[in-house]
Structures are given as C-alpha cells and as structure tokens.
C-alpha cells in the first residue's frame, strides 16, 4: 500500500498544475471526459496489473483491441446484431489472450517476445480485414454503449466499476489471486506445494484476452465504426499506469487501487497536455518520463 499515496500525489500535482494553466481543465464537461477516456485504459490496466505480478507483460492489448474493434464492426454490420459483433471480438480477444498464455505457461517463453509477435500478428490481421481504413456503417444502438447511462451514470463507468469489482474479488477474495502474488513474489513456494503455475498463467492472460474484448464494444462504440489502428500503444498507458500506481515488475507487490489511480494520473496527465495542443510525440515522452520516475522511485524504496 505504500506506492498509493505516491500515485496520488501525483494526480493531485498534475490537476493542481493543469488547473492553473488551462481554465478549461476543471470544468464540469472535461472532467467527465477524463472519467470516460479512461474507462477503456482502466480495462486494460486491471488484467496489466495482474499479468505484471506474474512477472509478465502483455504488448499485444492495443493491437488486439484495434482488431477486435474491425471484428465487432464487420460482424455487426454483416448480421445485423450488436450481441453477435460482440461475441466474435470477445471469441478473437480470449483466443490471443489464452495464445499468449499457453505459448508462455508451456514452452516456458519470454513474455516480451511472444507478446510482441500477437502484436505483430493482431495489427496485421487487423489491417487486413480492414483493409487500411476504418469500417464505418454500424448500428446507431451501438453508440449507447459509451453515450448512454443508467441511473445518471454514463455506461462505460458502470462497465469500468463492474470488471474492478469482478478483478478484486479474484485477486484478493481467492485462491487464483493468491496464486497470482505467489507466480511473481514466490513461485518456488508453488511448486512445493504441488500446484501447477502453467493454469494459472494460462488464466492470467486469458483474463486481459476477456478485458480487451469488452474494451473494444466500448471503443467501438467511441469511433463509431471499427479502426484497424485505433488503440496503437494503449497498452504502453497501460503499462505506465500500472508502473506509476505502485506495481513492481518484479517480488509480486501491487494492488489494484494503485493501477486505479495511476489511469487517473495518466488521463489528467494526455488530457492536460490536449488542452495544451501539446503533439502526440510530447504526450508519449511525457508518459514516458513519469514511468521511468515511478520505476526509480519504486527501486529506491527496495533499497530502503
């Protein structure tokens, strides 16, 4: 717990700072664009977290959600059926997540490396279908599920609040969670006591696979159509949220309401930065900077 208190010292720094030079940024209307923006990076972030106490990394999720975006479009449009759109992309999700998790688990391969040939493979797959350009003509009901509400709460948050509940309860609340600190805190302890470390990362990745199938209804309904490069390096916000909100890469240590926190810090953070008209190349290096600052501030408290 001891990381949170950093992550949220620094979301109050970033809206204290973004506060002052842009008036725009406390408003009503751009606060609760944050709030949404980062609703599809928090889905991706949760199953990050876990896959990072594993000692693991999954680089495939923004090139799998990009897919995963064409799938559900080209699916909606070709049946008629928003269910049926969703299915597939959530089948073709689980399918890369569970690839990455077997090849990992069985032939004992590094995370970097098997995750960067799905990447490759996804947004192939994903220019291919299609073909370069973004497939536009889906159903307007699909819109709902990020324009719409329930009970004066916008949709995506009630999606956001409802896998952090279904995430927690595994990581914290059972015997899978337990597993999953041990694969990256104490793995021997595992294999003494005769449970298999294979089906728990195999389940660790089939996880993130589930996230970035209902990320992409979410996305999907955000550009209206379906974008073969839509979600390009999200999973390096994901990955940065994550680092900022306190989870070591390494001994297992992290929790949830850090990676919370740190989509926070990384929205304010991109949004800010909008307001700004900063480029896109000064939105990734600063990303970039306040990771390399958690990570060295995370290798100092070790030390300590």
């Not at 495939?60 to 799938?71: F, H, K």
């Not at 309401?257 to 307001?275: E, F, K, P, S």
């Not at 896109?280 to 501030?297: K, M, P, T």
């Amino acid at each position: 717990m001891s990381a949170i208190p950093g992550a949220a010292w620094l979301l109050l720094l970033l809206c204290a700072v973004f506060s002052l030079v842009t008036p725009d940024f406390l408003s009503g209307a751009n606060l609760r664009n944050v709030l949404l923006q980062g609703t599809i990076l928090l889905l991706l972030a949760l199953p990050m977290t876990l896959i990072i106490l594993t000692e693991g990394l999954d680089l495939s999720m923004g090139a799998s959600l990009s897919l995963c975006t064409v799938v559900l479009a080209v699916v909606q449009i070709a049946t008629g059926s928003i269910l049926l759109g969703f299915v597939a992309a959530l089948l073709v999700a689980l399918a890369i997540g569970l690839a990455n998790g077997a090849l990992i688990a069985t032939f004992d391969l590094p995370p970097f490396v098997v995750t960067l040939g799905t990447l490759g493979a996804a947004q192939g797959l994903a220019l291919v279908a299609a073909e370069g350009r973004t497939t536009m003509g889906v159903a307007e009901g699909l819109r709902w599920f990020w324009e719409g509400s329930l009970l004066g709460v916008a949709t995506p948050l009630w999606m956001a609040a409802l896998v952090w509940a279904v995430i927690h309860t595994l990581l914290y609340h059972t015997r899978f969670g337990t597993r999953v600190f041990a694969l990256g805190g104490n793995r021997e302890a595992l294999r003494f006591a005769g449970i298999s470390a294979k089906w728990s990362l195999l389940w660790v990745y089939a996880l993130g696979g589930a996230c970035v199938g209902l990320a992409a209804l979410l996305m999907t309904a955000r550009v209206n159509g379906g974008h073969p490069t839509a979600a390009i390096g999200l999973e390096f916000d994901a990955i940065a949220a994550v680092a900022v909100g306190g989870t070591a890469f390494e001994r297992g240590k992290g929790s949830l309401t850090g990676t919370v926190l740190g989509v926070l810090a990384v929205g304010v953070m991109r949004n800010g930065l909008n307001l700004l008209s900063m480029p896109s190349s000064v939105q990734v290096a600063a990303v970039g900077v306040v990771v390399i600052a958690a990570l060295w501030v995370d290798a100092a408290r070790g030390k300590s």
